[in-house]
């Protein structure tokens, strides 16, 4: 597990810290995106400003992904492996209306858009809003 964990790191020019170690590790047990504050309550010790320069780290390095899912907190999501965060990487992000919680959908590609010539693309934020499969059970 901490092999992973650190081998994950590394792909990734990411220095292994033990905080870096830690927040990935939370990450990778997440089914969902998790926003600062929702992180901050699973470190009972670590400070606001570590844990936020943790995540630009990552996001940075194409670790992890944001997501702005119009609820006011940016969230953060782990990438795949393969991820370059090109907007040909990108994928649809579905939000629960019940539970809050964000998914990635990462098997759902966001369509084509066909920019008019001389608009140049740099990513899309694509959230589809609805019931999770937890919640409509
Ligand atoms: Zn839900
Ligand atoms: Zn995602």
Do not use: W
């Not at 991820?83 to 369509?111: K, R, W």
Request: aromatic residues 6%; hydrophobic residues 35%; proline residues 4%.
């Amino acid at each position: 597990m901490q092999k992973d964990i650190d081998s994950k790191l590394n792909a990734k020019n990411i220095k292994p810290t033990a905080m870096r170690q830690l927040v990935l590790q939370v990450l990778t047990k997440q089914s969902t995106a998790i926003s600062l504050p929702e992180l901050e309550n699973k470190f009972e010790k670590a400070d606001k400003a570590t844990l936020y320069r943790t995540l630009k780290t990552f996001e940075k390095n194409k670790l992890i992904h944001s997501i702005d899912d119009g609820t006011g907190s940016i969230k953060y999501a782990l990438c795949k492996d393969s991820c370059e965060c090109h907007p040909d990487d990108l994928h649809v992000h579905f939000l629960c209306t019940h539970c809050n919680q964000t998914y990635c959908l990462n098997d759902i590609s966001v369509p084509n858009i066909n920019l008019p010539s001389s608009f140049s693309l740099e990513s899309v934020n694509m959230v589809v809003k609805g019931i999770c499969s937890v919640c409509s059970k």
